[in-house]
């Protein structure tokens, strides 16, 4: 019973700490995914400096706010939602 009040503790500190490196690498992959990464990614979806969706084609994008203290924007296609890049605030 002993040994319960030890490993239930430990068990629920590695949880979050788990939690937090998983939320942190994914905010790092959202900021390496920015304007520069998707033209290199997507050179044919640059044209006549405008930035279209690599899906569908589409030249109309949505700038949607992320929450959560990221300070990022999402950079969405219009006609099917793919998300294109992140930028900053």
Known sequence: MRELFI???LVM???LIAWII???LKLMKKR???YQWYVGEHPNALKNG???CHSCGSPRLT???LMNR???RAHVCSQCGTTL???KE
Do not use: E, W
Request: charged content about 30%; cysteine-free; glycine content about 0%.
């Open 7 to 9: 490993i239930v503790p």
């Open 13 to 15: 500190l590695a949880l």
């Open 22 to 24: 998983s939320d942190r």
């Open 32 to 34: 390496r995914r920015d």
């Open 50 to 52: 405008r930035v279209h």
């Open 63 to 65: 700038v949607q706010r």
């Open 70 to 72: 990221t300070f990022l």
């Open 85 to 87: 890049y992140h930028s």
